[in-house]
């Protein structure tokens, strides 16, 4: 779905890339003899912060896709986990985490583009990410009728995500210096998300809360069936931002800048538009073509 859609978009950049450069010619033939115009590819490395937002899918709440009741609501793994918690009595959920977060995150990805000339481009580009969100939720166990200090345990759960995030845009440069540009850029944002992992980590050990058995109620031994599906999806918005170009030789460039988004998150729940960032360096060869 993902490679349709970039073929898709390159198809439809095509005319609009003939079309720029015609109007280029028509109206700035001073600018095309510099030697800016052309296609030029890059690389991007930086960081990316996620909105928050969506880190709560993985929060394991009684509304989530994915939620904690699927391992405590199950006869057989709540055994094992009454084992590991050396229970008298009972335990049970006291509190879920509220405001998960994805920590700054290596992304990387490519970059294409073409100049009309020195001031003018359009571009896409891809960025990969893995996220891992992660908190710790409470556990109180044998809770007390008398007055007494509750037995509250704190555990951890996360998550593990891939983002590829693909941006189609139009860039304008504004000289600063012979070799310095000014580069501010905006367009369309698509992203697609998928979740690889959900799970509680219950001394020392680990148990998924995706359930993978649809209705049916885990039980061990059974050889049940395991549904493979995909949790994630594709999502929309915008982008802008702005950064600045360090023209070498005409046909290298290094371009430091940050770009914001303003898009979806295709996860269950959690589908609201809201604000990421980048920071990054680009590295660009120019003029390839």
Do not use: C, W
């Not at 890339?17 to 296609?39: C, H, L, T």
């Not at 893995?130 to 996360?158: A, G, N, Q, W």
């Not at 998150?265 to 604000?275: I, P």
């Amino acid at each position: 779905m993902l490679f349709a859609l970039t073929v898709i978009i390159l198809i439809f950049m095509q005319p609009l890339f003939v079309m720029a450069q015609s109007n280029s010619s028509i109206q700035r033939p001073e600018e095309d003899s510099r030697e800016y115009r052309g296609y030029q590819f890059g690389f991007n490395f930086g960081l990316f912060l996620p909105s928050s937002y969506s880190a709560n899918y993985y929060n394991g709440s009684d509304g989530n896709e994915n939620n904690i009741k699927f391992i405590f609501g199950n006869k057989y793994q709540y055994e094992d986990l009454y084992r590991l918690l050396n229970v008298a009595d009972t335990f049970f959920v006291k509190q879920f985490p509220t405001n998960m977060r994805y920590p700054p995150t290596a992304s990387g990805g490519l970059y294409i583009g073409f100049n009309f000339n020195r001031k003018s481009s359009m571009f896409i580009q891809f960025n990969y990410a893995k996220l891992k969100p992660h908190d710790v939720f409470t556990v109180e166990v044998d809770p007390k009728d008398y007055l007494t200090e509750p037995d509250l345990r704190l555990y951890s759960i996360s998550g593990v995500e891939e983002r590829i995030n693909i941006d189609l845009g139009y860039s304008r440069s504004y000289p600063v210096k012979d070799n310095v540009d000014f580069v501010a850029s905006a367009g369309l944002a698509i992203n697609d998300s998928k979740v690889l992992k959900a799970v509680i980590n219950i001394e020392n050990t680990e148990f998924s809360i995706v359930n993978v058995y649809g209705n049916h109620s885990y039980v061990p031994g059974s050889n049940m069936q395991e549904y493979q599906f995909t949790q994630g999806g594709i999502g929309f918005g915008l982008h802008g931002g702005g950064g600045f170009n360090f023209n070498f030789a005409n046909n290298f460039a290094l371009q430091p800048g940050v770009i914001l988004y303003y898009n979806n998150v295709n996860l269950e729940g959690y589908k609201d538009m809201k604000f990421s960032y980048y920071f990054y360096l680009r590295i660009i060869a120019l003029n390839i073509l």
